[in-house]
């Protein structure tokens, strides 16, 4: 395909908007636009990476897993999650998983576990007290108001269950947050509860408490039983619980985790301390997410001129470019490769506009496909052309005659 049959608009400068290295080049060398929409370079791509799929996975590797050998092919560098059979790309986003650089576990952030460390897990159990705890209305407020540690505290969460009305009351410590995907697996959709949902169930709104609920549906995270003496709401305004123990003082109706993982936990398979890492999800068992491809693609396969995508995945197999002689009309040599490898199957960029050399070259670094072929004067002059693999160094001199050979042998 002629260069200037498609619509394809290289820009010097990166974007303003470019998130990543990748997602810069992805739009100076027009696969994307600057809101990220494909066009028709990033669609090939796109083409590509289904057929190779399809074609993987009809003929599996011997001793790997089909997605496996998939982005092994690929050269992505993916994160698997053994668990849950997903595929994770570092990235600048959109979601957060934790990894364990020990072990290899990861986990989608908000379903990770992890392993809890108790707090004071030695202590007798003390008589509960009733204090006064004026505007102590969150676990900051009111563990510097009492001087105690937020893992002396117990944080409530209150919620309606959507499939039936019902009122959950939810006891984590204080030191750590809530993983809404954790207790909605538990429990169903629900929303957060109105003031009028709390009142009913004789809750307080920054004093409530487990102890003397009514009707309640009451959810505690299972690092709450090891948790002794914690302090937690009276149900009364400014007003809180000393020495708060479960079983003692109240009973659940389920004991399970909800809490989110956070960077530094130990790891729930082997306690190193755990990270938090933003990633693209790939692929959920054998399902791709090949929009997703082409920006992990780009990030992994770049230097600092522009895209090195390898062959089978690039838009093209060539980049074919004509540099106009002073004495010589190399049109007609470079549209007989031109047709020559077209004629062979190759997928062929062809780049005849009426451009500088210069421009050509760096539009060619910039988009990236796996061979560039120079159709130059001087080269002619002795029946020879230009060839050169977009990763390797140095330029090869290919006589006429042998360019198909030339690039059917090369192993890119």
């Known amino acids: 395909m002629r260069f200037l049959e498609l619509p ?32 028709e370079l990033a669609r090939r791509v796109i083409e590509n990476a289904r057929r190779l799929h399809t074609e993987m996975t009809a003929h599996p590797a011997p001793g790997l897993a089909a997605t496996d050998a998939f982005f092994l092919r690929l050269g992505l560098d993916v994160i698997p999650s053994r668990p849950a059979d997903e595929f994770y790309f570092p990235a600048l986003g959109p979601d957060e998983i934790t990894w364990c650089a020990a072990c290899g576990y990861a986990s989608r952030r908000e379903l990770s576990g992890l392993r809890k460390q108790p707090f004071g897990l030695q202590e007798t159990a003390l008589p509960s007290e009733k204090v006064s705890t004026p505007g102590a209305s969150s676990i900051e407020a ?91 709401g009276a149900n009364e305004k400014d007003y809180h619980l000393l020495n708060v123990n479960y079983p003692r003082d109240f009973q659940a109706d389920l004991v399970v985790d909800v809490a989110l993982a956070r960077a530094g936990d130990a790891c729930p398979a082997c306690a190193a301390p755990l990270e938090v890492r933003t990633v693209e999800i790939l692929a959920i068992g054998e399902r791709i997410d090949f929009d997703k491809l082409l920006l992990s693609l780009a990030e992994t396969h770049h230097d600092d001129r522009g895209l090195t995508l390898p062959r089978g995945l690039a838009p093209f197999d060539v980049y074919l470019m004509n540099v106009p002689g002073k004495t010589l009309d190399t049109t007609i040599a470079a549209g007989n490769i031109y047709a020559q490898l077209s004629d062979a199957g190759l997928a062929v960029l062809y780049d005849d506009r009426d451009e500088r050399a210069g421009v050509k070259f760096n539009d060619a670094d910039l988009i990236g496909l796996p061979i560039r072929i120079t159709v130059g004067e001087r080269g ?18 290919v006589p006429l005659a042998g360019v198909l050979e030339q690039i059917t042998t090369q192993s890119i």
Not at 172 to 187: N, T, V, Y
Not at 213 to 221: I, M, Q
Not at 380 to 393: D, H, I, S, T, Y
């Open 142 to 232: 009111l563990a510097g108001f009492l001087q105690v540690p937020k893992e002396k505290t117990a944080k409530a969460l209150m919620y309606t269950r959507l499939s039936d009305g019902r009122f959950v009351f939810i006891v984590i410590r204080g030191d750590m947050q809530l993983s809404e995907a954790k207790l909605f697996r538990q429990i169903g959709p629900a929303r957060p509860a109105t003031q009028d949902e709390i009142t009913a169930a004789g809750a307080v709104a920054g004093y409530a408490s487990p102890v003397g609920l009514r009707g309640a549906l009451l959810l505690v995270d299972d690092l709450i039983p090891n948790s002794p003496n914690l302090v937690a």
């Open 8 to 39: 394809i608009q290289t820009q010097r400068d990166n974007p303003s908007n470019a998130r990543t290295a990748g997602f810069a080049l992805l739009v100076r060398a027009g696969y994307l636009t600057r809101d990220g929409q494909p066009l």
């Open 380 to 397: 002619l002059q002795n029946g020879m052309v230009e060839l050169k693999e977009r990763r390797a160094g140095e330029n090869l001199q």
